[in-house]
């Protein structure tokens, strides 16, 4: 009689375990959100040629565009300026295009 008894609590003590909701926090817990977003937007006029920004376009230009091809680090180098042929690169041809620009030879566009 004893034995059936505690053959019965155990079995009744498993079921009770089993019914017992998995309240854990985990994957899939959410237990709060929040979401804050700013945007800013900074529009840079750019006059193709003058790479220093300062409302000219002269030999300093051509020479800014050359130490940036043999990669000598400026302060003030504006490189959406330099690419002026407008390939997609900063070279030579740039520069020679910038020298063109300031004697008279051609126009930068
Ligand atoms: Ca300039
Ligand atoms: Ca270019």
């Known amino acids: 009689m004893r034995k059936k008894l505690q053959t019965i609590l155990a079995t009744a003590l ?6 017992i909701p998995a ?14 977003m700013t945007t800013t937007t900074t529009v840079v006029n ?4 003058d790479t220093d920004g300062n409302g000219t376009i002269n030999t300093d230009d051509a ?3 050359l ?9 003030a180098f504006i490189e959406a300026a330099a690419d ?3 390939n997609g690169k900063v070279d030579v041809d740039d520069a020679l295009k910038v020298l063109k620009h300031v004697v008279g030879l051609e126009k930068i566009q």
């Not at 750019?46 to 040629?49: E, I, Q």
């Open 63 to 65: 020479l800014a565009i």
């Open 46 to 49: 750019v006059v193709m040629g």
């Open 23 to 36: 309240f854990a926090e985990g994957t899939g817990i959410v237990t709060s959100t929040s979401t804050t």
């Open 14 to 19: 498993v079921i009770a375990v089993a019914a």
């Open 67 to 75: 130490k940036s091809v043999v990669k000598i680090e400026q302060d």
């Open 84 to 86: 002026v042929d407008k």
